[in-house]
């Protein structure tokens, strides 16, 4: 039977972790490596769906993307496993009946028995000898540092290496075979020396990428906390203001936080992204670092030697990548600093101050369902903006643009409403308005409305008592009801102006309206207190009341097809421009838009038949 020492001298280490397989696992091409080791090398490759054999380079696929699932090479781990069970004999004793060995020396190359053990350790020439215990072996924990034997000549060392054939020969074989091939040939220490030179010149050039981008990380945590802290200087400007004025502001303050918060969180996404690709990077190098760090244990011949060279070729193309360049994290810091809070000096003025230096983006371009049937739009209870069909029905958007749920299908739709308790107020084409439950039910209300004949069509809102308004384009006047139907309780003449749209605050009584030529505000007292208007031919202007009690107005320049948004204070004082000549497909048929802000801060601009929705970050 052959020996230990015979045995574990054929194939049974692993030519990667060059120790006696464990767990081996068969690939495509036949070649065998160890399970934990081809777990290693699976998590320096991105694609997790193949493995690529560090011998012969053939890919192995991994349909599930773990290596337990490949074949165990059951032989072999069979082999491994009698081996293991069975103790090598000594091989100083000349007895023929030699005795288990306890020990191995790395530098004699022999076992070594209990008595051959005692007797090497005395004698003062071998006394720095590496001498490795049996269990130590056994347990797999330290691979065994030998010459081999040539096989032609079994008395002999494998002490040079054929740099052609890539493989360790005796010096015989050296000098009658591969010399006289015209191989060339060295020592096998000079080969092993400048294999270790190699992975040396590679470990501090790993050292270097390592700090490099270590140093890249670092500084992109510097960015980040150059950007939290702005951004908490930002928000500490916008609690101060907000101290400075009146409980009205909050609606503004929570507003303002969430752009901060919305600025923050696209940032962070941005330099996330940047730090786990360089977080990547490092595992990358230090999986691969390790792995062709194993070749360095012992001398490499054929199969380890092929698996090592791909190893390190694999390490020195990844060290011949450009660093990575700081100036992307820099960009994304200074743009977040570009940023500045603007603070309203006014006492009088509804809103703490803006943010400026940023970019106001179109979030969603959407086309409506029913094409030319767009009569109003309104921001409903639970986020959503709910836009009305004359054709029938009311269409819920998401602050993204998609559309989530269509109600109301039978109803022709003039103007829509909802009131603090989330209960619904709907005006038909006919003129006549309805009241719905939260969930689109009907109710047992009636409303004496005017009808078409007598007012003409105008608009609808609801105050922050739940009083109703509605206004009629003929008579210019507006009628008050309460949520019990009945009668109006209260009218308002509208100065002259034509009431098209009107709007209602939510800390106070005043209303804006909509006249084709101008934005009005009038006060509770159904006096008139402000106008704004631009007298630009072909200019009209769509406004809209927003929750901290701002106004924005959209700018439309019909016949170009362009459009302007401006946010001003409830006293139709200009704040600052939001959105300036933003293209827009032209209506065809009708002049007829609509605008509103989400409670999040978008806003929502509708033509006849497309809704925009622009991002205000």
């Known amino acids: 039977m052959a020996t230990f020492h015979q045995i574990s001298s054929q194939n049974l280490e692993c030519p990667i972790c060059l120790t006696l397989f464990n767990h081996p696992k068969s690939l495509a091409c036949s070649h065998t490596i160890c399970r934990d080791c081809l777990e290693r090398i699976s998590q320096t490759r991105s694609n997790q769906k193949a493995i690529t054999c560090p011998v012969c380079r053939k890919e192995t696929p991994l349909p599930s993307g773990n290596v337990s699932v490949l074949q165990t090479n059951v032989p072999l781990n069979s082999l491994v496993d009698e081996v293991k069970t069975k103790n090598p004999t000594c091989t100083v004793c000349e007895m023929d009946e030699k005795p288990p060995a306890v020990s191995y020396c790395q530098d004699c190359g022999k076992y070594m028995c209990k008595l051959c053990d005692s007797k090497h350790s005395g004698w003062t020439p071998f006394s720095t000898h590496a001498v490795i215990a049996m269990s130590e072996i056994l347990s797999g924990k330290v691979p065994l540092k030998r010459r081999r034997k040539c096989k032609k000549h079994p008395n002999d060392d494998e002490e040079c290496f054929c740099i052609g054939c890539r493989e360790y020969v005796c010096c015989k074989c050296g000098m009658l075979r591969h010399l006289q091939a015209g191989h060339q040939i060295e020592e096998a220490a000079i080969h092993e020396e400048k294999l270790m030179e190699n992975i040396k010149e590679l470990q501090e050039r790993t050292k270097s990428k390592k700090t490099t981008i270590e140093n890249h990380i670092d500084f992109i945590e510097t960015q980040r906390n150059e950007i939290t802290n702005w951004m908490r200087r930002l928000n500490d400007d916008i609690d101060k203001s907000y101290e400075e004025y009146m409980q009205l502001l909050s609606a503004r303050r929570e507003t303002l936080n969430c752009q901060v918060k919305r600025l923050s969180e696209k940032f962070e996404k941005e330099l996330q992204s940047m730090e786990e690709e360089s977080r990547q990077t490092i595992h990358y190098m230090n999986a691969t670092e390790d792995l062709a760090t194993e070749g360095v244990k012992v001398p490499l011949e054929k199969d380890a030697l092929f698996a090592h060279d791909t190893l390190c070729e694999n390490l020195k193309s990844f060290l011949g990548r450009d660093d990575p360049d700081d100036q992307s994290p820099r960009d994304v810091a200074e743009r977040a600093q570009k940023i500045s809070f603007r603070k309203h000096v006014k006492v009088n003025e509804l809103c703490l101050g803006e943010l400026e230096g940023y970019t106001c983006d179109i979030k969603a371009d959407v086309e409506l369902p029913i094409k030319v049937s767009m009569n109003c739009m309104t921001r409903a209870p639970d986020g959503k903006m709910a836009v009305g069909s004359s054709k029938g029905g009311i269409y819920l958007y998401s602050l993204d643009g998609e559309?989530?749920?269509?109600?109301?299908?039978?109803?022709?739709?003039?103007?829509?409403?909802?009131?603090?308790?989330?209960?619904?107020?709907?005006?038909?084409?006919?003129?006549?308005?309805?009241?719905?439950?939260?969930?689109?039910?009907?109710?047992?209300?009636?409303?004496?409305?005017?009808?078409?004949?007598?007012?003409?069509?105008?608009?609808?809102?609801?105050?922050?008592?739940?009083?109703?308004?509605?206004?009629?384009?003929?008579?210019?006047?507006?009628?008050?009801?309460?949520?019990?139907?009945?009668?109006?309780?209260?009218?308002?003449?509208?100065?002259?102006?034509?009431?098209?749209?009107?709007?209602?605050?939510?800390?106070?009584?005043?209303?804006?309206?909509?006249?084709?030529?101008?934005?009005?505000?009038?006060?509770?007292?159904?006096?008139?207190?402000?106008?704004?208007?631009?007298?630009?031919?072909?200019?009209?202007?769509?406004?809209?009341?927003?929750?901290?009690?701002?106004?924005?107005?959209?700018?439309?320049?019909?016949?170009?097809?362009?459009?302007?948004?401006?946010?001003?204070?409830?006293?139709?004082?200009?704040?600052?421009?939001?959105?300036?000549?933003?293209?827009?497909?032209?209506?065809?048929?009708?002049?007829?838009?609509?605008?509103?802000?989400?409670?999040?801060?978008?806003?929502?601009f509708c033509i006849p038949d497309r809704l925009y929705i622009f991002d205000v970050i």
Request: aromatic share 10%; glycine share 8%; proline share 3%.
């Open 403 to 604: 559309l989530q749920q269509t109600v109301l299908k039978d109803v022709t739709i003039r103007q829509n409403e909802f009131l603090s308790d989330g209960r619904y107020v709907v005006r038909d084409t006919n003129e006549k308005m309805s009241l719905y439950t939260p969930r689109w039910e009907k109710l047992d209300v009636t409303f004496e409305t005017m009808s078409y004949n007598e007012g003409g069509t105008g608009g609808l809102t609801v105050d922050r008592d739940d009083n109703i308004y509605v206004s009629y384009r003929e008579l210019k006047k507006i009628q008050v009801f309460t949520p019990q139907g009945g009668k109006a309780v209260r009218e308002i003449m509208c100065d002259g102006y034509t009431p098209e749209q009107i709007f209602s605050f939510h800390t106070t009584g005043k209303l804006i309206l909509r006249d084709p030529s101008a934005v009005v505000c009038f006060g509770g007292n159904g006096k008139k207190e402000n106008v704004l208007k631009k007298e630009e031919e072909g200019m009209y202007a769509w406004p809209a009341v927003c929750r901290d009690d701002s106004i924005i107005v959209a700018w439309v320049k019909h016949e170009k097809g362009l459009v302007s948004i401006d946010r001003y204070t409830r006293d139709l004082e200009h704040i600052h421009n939001i959105i300036t000549d933003f293209k827009i497909r032209k209506p065809e048929k009708r002049h007829w838009y609509y605008l509103q802000e989400f409670e999040s801060g978008e806003i929502a």
